[in-house]
């Protein structure tokens, strides 16, 4: 595709309902990241995937927090029993991969807003 | 573990102006890659300029300029001939090999007419 997009680009959850978050990355890209974004800061990042392959997490604040890529295409984050201070953007980004390109390429976000 | 800071959270700049975002970070390696990104308030990040660690020449594109000094691990945006569509959060990142970006806080720069 053009670039990367993102689905849905709004949600408001009640907090305790699960969300799940789509990333579609550039076509052939090897490598996608998912950040968070509070209101006012800068992106911290989530987790990578090397095609379907999951090689970082560390940055997922907690349990509540899941992310997958089955095929090595597009991958959904998903955020179980939402909390108020799971609200802030999140950013996926993708790359050509380890040994290429290594910029990083963002979609427009998902702002999630959990009442 | 690395870190970037960014010093300066605004800026303004008159139109066909010259400005610079300043911007440190801290890390032991010696390969690394540094960004800067540009997030109007539509929040489509958009890559700015890029500079490897291990090229001493600094990086330009049309307007955008780099001012990187390795040793001092300084890594300043000169932007020249503000436009007003230059008006947005700019964020200093760093990342070393393919790995993650580790970001600044962000400089809010306001281009006046």
């Known amino acids: 595709g053009a670039g990367v997009s993102q689905s849905p680009r709004y949600k408001v959850a009640k907090r305790g309902q699960d969300v799940a978050l789509r990333c579609d990355p550039i076509?052939?890209?090897?490598?996608l990241f998912w950040y968070q974004q509070a209101l006012g800061q800068g992106p911290e990042f989530l987790t990578y995937?090397?095609?379907?392959?999951?090689?970082?997490k560390s940055g997922l604040p907690s349990d509540r927090f899941f992310a997958e890529r089955p095929e090595g295409s597009v991958s959904t984050l998903k955020i179980q029993r939402t909390q108020q201070e799971d609200s802030a953007v999140y950013l996926c980004?993708?790359?050509?991969?380890?040994?290429?390109?290594?910029?990083?390429?963002f979609g427009p976000g998902t702002r999630l807003l959990v009442l | 573990a690395q870190t970037v800071t960014q010093s300066q959270p605004e800026m303004s700049v008159q139109e066909a102006e010259t400005v610079t975002l300043s911007c440190t970070y801290d890390t032991s390696e010696n390969n690394y890659y540094l960004f800067w990104y540009k997030q109007p308030p539509s929040r489509q990040m958009i890559l700015v300029i890029r500079q490897e660690a291990y090229k001493q020449q600094n990086a330009t594109e049309n307007r955008f300029s780099v001012n990187f000094q390795k040793a001092a691990k300084s890594f300043s945006l000169k932007i020249s001939d503000s436009q007003l569509g230059d008006t947005a959060m700019y964020f200093c990142?760093?990342?070393?090999?393919?790995?993650?970006?580790?970001f600044g806080t962000g400089t809010r720069l306001q281009v006046f007419p």
């Open positions: 995937f090397q095609n379907e392959a999951q090689l970082d």
């Open positions: 076509s052939g890209h090897v490598s």
């Open positions: 980004a993708s790359s050509l991969g380890p040994g290429t390109e290594e910029t990083q390429y």
């Open positions: 990142a760093f990342m070393k090999n393919t790995d993650k970006l580790i």
